[in-house]
T-cell receptor
Framework: GQQLNQSPQSMFIQEGEDVSMNCTSSSIFNTWLWYKQDPGEGPVLLIALYKAGELTSNGRLTAQFGITRKDSFLNISASIPSDVGIYFC???????????FGTGTSLTVIP | NAGVTQTPKFRILKIGQSMTLQCTQDMNHNYMYWYRQDPGMGLKLIYYSVGAGITDKGEVPNGYNVSRSTTEDFPLRLELAAPSQTSVYFCASILTLGYEQYFGPGTRLTVT
């Protein structure tokens, strides 16, 4: 299957700090998605990207679809305690109906 | 709309037992998916369906079966449970490609 490498694996930050995480693939994707998962819940979509170079914001979250179509970045500005959770990237290849998920970035925000 | 619902929430199976994980969506979505999530890992696709009567294998289909007789329901069947199938199972659906994927709350399965 497709390999999505997500980094970092975990982050411990102070409240108010900015956060950056990224995802890289060995294959070209035509869709990149970023999800947040709280303990005991299913993932919830944060941002969807459909075009190479696209930069999209959702409140304090900003994500970019890499120009090469093999990577994506998620930034969270001015983190708050409720940002705690696991963030997953997911991609969809150029053809086919499958979504592939990264291994996740666990974010801890220290008040 | 209830969205995507999954039952049961938790289940413990003995090795060799069988069970069906239920998934239902009330959004009239065409595409439905079954994923498993092992501890500290991302989601791996087991099976998916692009519409009633059509199913296809994902990355990790071995040991599972699915059916899609209606648009709403997409049950996942484990015939001979093995410890390697201990995981959290998520069902998801989307209207069509390019739209948001909605996830159910998950089923936590332990096989001992």
């Amino acid at each position: 299957g497709q390999q999505l490498n997500q980094s970092p694996q975990s982050m411990f930050i102070q409240e108010g700090e900015d956060v950056s995480m990224n995802c890289t693939s060995s294959s070209i994707f035509n869709t990149w998605l970023w999800y947040k998962q709280d303990p005991g819940e299913g993932p919830v979509l944060l941002i969807a990207l459909y075009k190479a170079g696209e930069l999209t914001s959702n409140g304090r979250l900003t994500a970019q679809f890499g120009i090469t179509r093999k990577d994506s970045f998620l930034n969270i500005s001015a983190s708050i305690p409720s940002d705690v959770g696991i963030y997953f990237c997911a991609g969809q290849v150029d053809t086919g109906n499958q979504f592939y998920f990264g291994t996740g970035t666990s974010l801890t925000v220290i008040p | 709309n209830a969205g995507v619902t999954q039952t049961p929430k938790f289940r413990i199976l003995k090795i060799g037992q069988s069970m069906t994980l239920q998934c239902t969506q009330d959004m009239n979505h065409n595409y439905m998916y079954w994923y498993r999530q092992d501890p500290g890992m991302g989601l791996k696709l087991i099976y998916y369906s692009v519409g009633a009567g059509i199913t296809d294998k994902g990355e990790v289909p071995n040991g599972y079966n699915v059916s899609r007789s209606t648009t709403e329901d997409f049950p996942l069947r484990l015939e001979l449970a093995a410890p390697s199938q201990t995981s959290v199972y998520f069902c998801a659906s989307i209207l069509t490609l390019g739209y948001e994927q909605y996830f159910g709350p998950g089923t936590r399965l332990t096989v001992t």
